[in-house]
């Protein structure tokens, strides 16, 4: 199982990013598909995730600004950033939770991460 992130970069304050992910390899199902960061000398921490339903989650840093999506045809989900601040600069990670078979344990993957830098 791959996921692949793509859609970061550098942006000024009050700008818009969108980030995307998709995976791919031997998938059964994905439960809940999310983003985290994780900026310098800080913890991993989630940004938003969705589950295979469409019921969302945000850290209360990003409710209003950011919006979490998911096509589930195409095991994608994407993080539409809105009004960005010098503080959402961290590196993003996508995450799946999923069962590659059929009586598959549920495991989490991670994409490799994408550097997100907003200047002020």
């Known amino acids: 199982v791959q996921l692949q992130a793509s859609g970061g970069g550098l942006v000024q304050a009050g700008g818009s990013l969108r980030l995307s992910c998709t995976a791919s390899?031997?998938?059964?199902?994905?439960?809940?598909m999310g983003w985290y960061r994780q900026a310098p000398g800080k913890e991993r921490d989630l940004v938003a995730s969705i589950t295979s339903g469409g019921s969302t989650n945000y850290a209360d840093s990003v409710k209003g600004r950011f919006t979490i999506s998911r096509d589930n045809a195409k095991n994608t989900v994407s993080l539409q950033m809105n009004s960005l601040k010098p503080e959402d600069t961290a590196v993003y990670y996508c995450?799946?939770?999923?069962?590659?078979?059929?009586?598959?344990?549920?495991?989490?993957?991670w994409g490799q991460g994408t550097q997100v830098t907003v200047s002020s």
């Open positions: 995450n799946a939770n999923l069962r590659r078979s059929l009586g598959a344990r549920v495991s989490d993957f």
């Open positions: 390899g031997s998938i059964f199902s994905i439960n809940a």
